[in-house]
């Protein structure tokens, strides 16, 4: 099903976390309206999912968040709906509430389970209080999302991937879809100051290639659905962006980190076998999966090159 996203940009955001200018990267500087939504629904000949993205849906003012589901419902019959919003507006009036207009999906950004990231960030909460809305979410049978981030202050590969292993143990054998998201330095932001006095330094574009592709590897292992790896490019995303891995070209970077290690740990020698399709995951940006592979297994390049066998 097709998706349909709507942004709302820092609307109704609890706080501002030391990174944030959701205006900048969804590129949005204007208010939507309940009409706006409405409008554009009833365009749709067939069924579309409609997205509520960029700030915290929930945590809109009741009569607001109502009238927005209220203009989704106009869509054409089968449509689906998802949001996604602040653990600290999630409660069980409002998941009632959002089931009552069919809502199926709700991702919270909880951004790290690590305490001390989270403080850092200045969420609001902890890695208890997210766990906890999330485990929410999937009691009324609702989709639960999680919008996880790399690269935050304080925060390490290890980190993450004890993210990954307490959200696969939470969710048992159930659906949970994961965005992975960059951080991204932005002008007029806490980080920025951070960044400018040398107490913050982002991960360059092969480092986040890396540890993203390490956490996707993981991650569809433990059974995730993985939505999204990296940000939607924007025109105010690459004029604003003062630094950090803002590659539009990160996901496939770490789909092919990903693929790297799946085959180095299948066959850590050789030979190699891939489907056509993911040809360009190995040999595109400069041959990217195709040096990963190398620097993972130790095999020379040309070596790799010339053991990979290529399955229609």
Request: overall charge neutral; glycine content about 8%.
């Amino acid at each position: 099903m097709k998706r349909l996203p709507f942004f709302l940009p820092m609307q109704a955001c609890p706080r501002r976390c030391i990174y944030c200018d959701q205006q900048a990267i969804t590129g949005e500087h204007n208010g939507l309206s309940p009409r706006d939504v409405q409008t554009a629904v009833e365009q749709f000949p067939e069924a579309v999912e409609i997205c509520f993205f960029g700030g915290s849906f929930t945590c809109l003012p009741p009569s607001l968040r109502k009238s927005f589901l209220k203009a989704a419902t106009k869509a054409p019959q089968g449509s689906g709906l998802r949001i996604s919003t602040h653990p600290l507006c999630i409660t069980p009036e409002v998941l009632e509430e959002l089931l009552s207009f069919g809502v199926g999906v709700v991702e919270l950004g909880i951004t790290s389970l690590d305490d001390k990231v989270l403080q850092t960030c200045h969420r609001g909460y902890d890695g208890r209080t997210a766990l906890e809305r999330l485990e929410m979410i999937m009691t009324e049978n609702i989709t639960p999302g999680a919008q996880l981030m790399t690269g935050l202050p304080g925060q390490t590969l290890d980190s993450s991937l004890r993210d990954l292993e307490i959200l696969a143990s939470l969710k048992g054998q159930a659906e949970m879809q994961l965005r992975l998201y960059p951080c991204l330095v932005f002008p007029n932001t806490p980080l920025a100051n951070l960044f400018y006095s040398g107490r913050f330094n982002p991960l360059s574009t092969e480092e986040c290639a890396r540890q993203t592709g390490v956490l996707l590897d993981r991650a569809r292992q433990l059974g995730f659905e993985i939505l999204r790896i990296g940000l939607h490019e924007t025109a105010s995303l690459r004029e604003t962006v003062l630094a950090g891995p803002a590659h539009p070209a990160l996901g496939e970077l770490a789909r092919a980190e990903a693929l790297a290690i799946s085959l180095a740990r299948n066959t850590p020698y050789g030979p190699w076998t891939v489907h056509r399709r993911q040809r360009s995951l190995l040999s595109g940006h400069g041959e990217y999966g195709l040096r990963a592979l190398s620097r993972i297994t130790g095999v020379p390049i040309e070596n790799i090159k010339e053991n990979i066998l290529w399955m229609i």
